[in-house]
């Protein structure tokens, strides 16, 4: 049996495969002289390399080498009848929400997405296949920072004028249907970085009175993917990533939309240098108990100042706040339960017997529409993000 010469995919490819020994040996001596070769080559030779191949050319010296290094060990191991393990989904979802804002968040603030756009890739035809993008009216706080304005350059006409998140979400999901990405294509979403979905996307939801839905628990954060292809140890943000390539950003940044295209573009090139792209992040729904209560009291609290205790907004929001902050029963209790308590215990256990039911049809889909590298995958992680830490992270991205 040829000994395993290195923790690398390939020659743990290489080494189950049913080669011969020698045959084996072989490869690994051809691919070491010709991985050689390359580390010795100038940046002219190593570009002139590149495009002969029909690869990108942007990036430092060392993503190059690392790039061709991948092209030819993946032309060898096909000569060989050897497949990459790394496996592509057929489609990703690119999305990078806008939302409300200020210079300075305080910890319980309700973040509302102000701008929901989407970027659909196909590994197959490499490249943007369509997009999504809508504006959306915030309700706790509808009227923008001036801070926020300038950020993202939206407007309060554009979001007085536009729908509330939940027909947003509707059409969102509408469009996914459309492309089939619900049931008959399987689908990976893509975020940069893990506050899309896990404070974004999940505190909207909260304080919509929306049910969270099943295709967003579980996302590729190519920050992470990208920061461990290329043995990235800093903090790399999507600015970053992009010289990383030697690529230029294209449109206007925190425009959600032109955000989630750049973010496509740097998903592109990870694709044609056979890099994983995964699942690697998770949210689970039950770990976020105690934010949903500080979320909502906030918002509560803000709406019944703005609107002198009256509305219906408000009285959604109390009834969500009561829900969330409702005691359980003592079990130790020996009297009879009220028919209220008993009610509200009951509805609980219904909440999460379908969460539970929920998480168990992503999974069956996940087995049922193929098998990847993203179903089963040792780096994913559940997010459990607080405001604190989240903001700490996401002020770096107005700088």
């Known amino acids: 049996m040829m000994e395993t010469l290195g923790s690398s995919a390939w020659y743990q490819d290489l080494a189950v495969s049913d080669l011969p020994d020698d045959e084996k040996r072989e490869v690994v001596k051809s691919l070491t002289v010709l991985f050689g070769k390359v580390h010795q080559m100038s940046r002219g030779e190593l570009v002139a390399n590149l495009k002969e191949n029909n690869l990108h050319t942007g990036g430092s010296r060392d993503v190059l080498v690392k ?7 993946v032309q060898k191991l096909a000569s060989v009848n050897i497949m990459p393990t790394v496996k592509l989904a057929p489609y990703y979802l690119v999305v990078d929400f806008e939302a409300t804002c200020n210079t300075v968040n305080a ?16 590994s197959k035809d490499r490249a943007i296949i369509d997009t999504f993008q809508s504006y959306v009216r915030p309700e706790i706080n509808p009227i923008l920072s001036d801070f926020c304005v300038q950020l993202t350059g939206i407007t309060q006409a554009t979001v007085d004028a536009s729908d509330t998140f939940e027909i947003v979400l509707r059409k969102f999901e509408e469009w996914m249907s459309h492309h089939g990405l619900h049931s008959s294509h399987k689908c990976i979403l893509v ?21 969270y839905p099943t295709w ?32 230029e950003f ?28 995964h699942i690697n992040e998770r949210l689970t729904l039950k770990d976020y108990r105690n934010r949903e209560k500080v979320l909502l009291s ?21 009834k969500a706040s009561l829900a969330c902050t409702a005691p359980k029963p003592s079990s130790d209790c020996s009297g009879e339960r009220s028919s209220s308590s008993q009610k509200g215990t009951d509805i609980r256990e219904k909440e999460q017997v379908v969460e539970a039911e929920q998480e168990k049809r992503v999974s069956e889909d996940l087995t049922q529409e193929g098998s990847s590298d993203s179903d089963h995958n040792e780096d994913e992680v559940p997010i459990l993000w607080n405001n604190n830490k989240f903001s700490a992270l996401r002020k770096q991205e107005y700088v």
């Open 191 to 211: 975020t940069d970085g893990p506050w899309d979905m896990a404070q974004f996307f999940h505190g909207q939801c909260k304080v919509a009175g929306v049910q």
């Open 67 to 73: 790039r061709l290094k991948n092209h030819y060990r």
């Open 250 to 277: 294209e449109g206007r940044p925190h425009c959600g939309l032109d955000d989630a295209k750049n973010i496509a573009r740097i998903l592109l090139v990870l694709m044609d240098e056979h890099a994983p792209l």
């Open 216 to 247: 967003a628990k579980r996302w590729l954060n190519i920050r992470k993917a990208f920061r461990n292809y290329y043995k990235k140890k800093m903090h790399c943000n999507l600015k970053g990533m992009l010289e990383t390539l030697g690529m």
């Open 298 to 318: 906030s918002a509560t609290a803000i709406v019944q100042k703005r609107t002198n205790g009256m509305g219906d907004l408000l009285e959604r929001l109390q």
């Open 107 to 122: 910890p319980d603030y309700p973040h509302e997405i102000i701008e929901f756009p989407a970027v659909l890739v196909s």
